[in-house]
């Protein structure tokens, strides 16, 4: 049984931290691609970032670059994300997601097979 299992959300005041974790079971994680993605209420979930096998290559959508990073630890079959200087605009639950590394990289619009189940991130102005 595949798991994801995202932790680390929570309030923050403009321009705080925060660092997402999402733990993976049941999969070969090092096998994966992950990313993270996030939906805000009453919008449609967006891409936020992703990073290759290896955490070697990394992927951003633009309204995160240089404040967002992604990386991943395959020992602990954990990725994380850094969110630094939020803003009120970065509020939305976050998930994160894996598909097979085999599907290529960044490759945005290919499927994610696997999803989280969210974690709450609010920014207050």
């Known amino acids: 049984q595949v798991q994801l299992v995202e932790s680390g959300g929570g309030l923050v005041q403009a321009g705080g931290s925060l660092r997402l974790s999402c733990a993976g079971s049941?999969?070969?994680?090092?096998?994966?691609?992950m990313g993270w993605f996030r939906q805000a209420p009453g919008k449609e979930r967006e891409y936020v970032a992703a990073?290759?096998?290896?955490?070697?290559?990394?992927d951003y959508t633009d309204s995160v670059k240089g404040r967002f990073t992604i990386s991943r630890d395959n020992a602990k079959n954990t990725v994380y994300l850094q969110m630094n200087s939020l803003k009120p605009e970065d509020t939305a639950v976050y998930y994160c997601?894996?598909?097979?590394?085999?599907?290529?990289?960044?490759?945005?619009?290919?499927?994610?097979?696997?999803w989280g189940q969210g974690t709450q991130v609010t920014v207050s102005s």
């Open positions: 990073c290759n096998w290896s955490g070697s290559i990394t």
């Open positions: 997601a894996a598909r097979p590394s085999w599907r290529g990289f960044p490759d945005r619009e290919r499927p994610y097979d696997f």
């Open positions: 049941g999969i070969a994680f090092s096998s994966y691609t």
